[in-house]
């Protein structure tokens, strides 16, 4: 369990200097991340994403439109990064996947955070988590067809030869909400609860700055009680 603050980022940031590019950059997740990662020194951040709405973008940051499934819009991106964080879908996300892959091993760029679900280890989706998925408005049909879709995203990245870390956060609560946030390995039952915005910006911005962990492994991310 961990609990940290922007502070702590900056002391780790004066030990290196990093380009981060955010795919996806525009979706909720995507600015809750760029707001955290901002104002850090040493980080040089690239936004990609297909348009830019109600987002405040720093002159030192770097901004790209592109689509995510084309390869050169990718290529133009990707060069020179050192990680790259992917929020892309949430739906048919092998689109997403196989040129992403594809164009990061043609780069040598190699560090990829991909953000999938927490349930992609389970062989079924539970009635728990079911019931659980009504109440942040997906039916049984929508969340089987999601989970289903988001393991065939992960097994692509997996299959690749980059060095990954499959982002596995609980239910999103799309609010500002802080609470102390849990990782656990993969194949660990999860302990937390759905996550907000903001705490999962956290843990993922906590993450994003330690590229050398869950290397080649999945990270369970979800709220304590």
Same mark, same amino acid.
């Given at each position: 369990m961990i609990n940290y603050t922007i502070h702590f980022y900056l002391q780790r940031m004066e030990e290196l200097e990093m380009n981060i590019i955010i795919l996806g950059a525009f979706g909720h997740l995507g600015k809750a991340v760029y707001q955290l990662l901002e104002p850090l020194p040493n980080v040089n951040l690239t936004l990609f994403g297909r348009e830019k709405e109600n987002i405040e973008v720093a002159s030192t940051t770097k901004v790209i439109f592109g689509d995510a499934t084309n390869p050169e819009d990718l290529e133009d991106a990707l060069r020179g990064q050192d990680v790259v964080f992917s929020t892309l879908g949430p739906f048919h996300v092998e689109t997403f996947a196989k040129p992403l892959v594809e164009t990061m091993e043609k780069l040598d760029v190699t560090r990829l955070f991909w953000t999938t679900q927490f349930q992609i280890r389970q062989d079924e989706v539970t009635e728990e988590n079911i019931a659980l998925a009504k109440t $942040?408005?997906? #039916?049984?049909?929508?969340?089987?067809?999601?989970?289903? !879709? %988001?393991? +065939?995203?992960? %097994?692509? =990245?997996?299959?690749?030869?980059?060095?990954?870390?499959? +982002?596995?956060?609980? $239910? $999103?609560?799309?609010? !500002?909400? =802080?609470?102390?946030?849990?990782? %656990?390995?993969? #194949?660990?039952?999860?302990?937390?609860?759905? =996550?907000? =915005?903001?705490? +999962?910006? +956290?843990?993922?911005?906590y993450l994003l700055l330690r590229p050398e962990l869950y290397s080649k492994k999945g990270v369970i991310i979800s709220a304590a009680e």
């Open positions: $942040f408005g997906f #039916d049984e049909e929508m969340e089987r067809t999601y989970v289903a !879709n %988001q393991k +065939l995203g992960a %097994q692509i =990245i997996e299959d690749s030869s980059l060095d990954y870390t499959l +982002l596995m956060p609980h $239910f $999103f609560k799309y609010d !500002n909400s =802080i609470a102390k946030v849990i990782l %656990q390995d993969e #194949d660990e039952t999860v302990e937390g609860e759905p =996550i907000s =915005i903001y705490s +999962l910006a +956290l843990g993922l911005v």
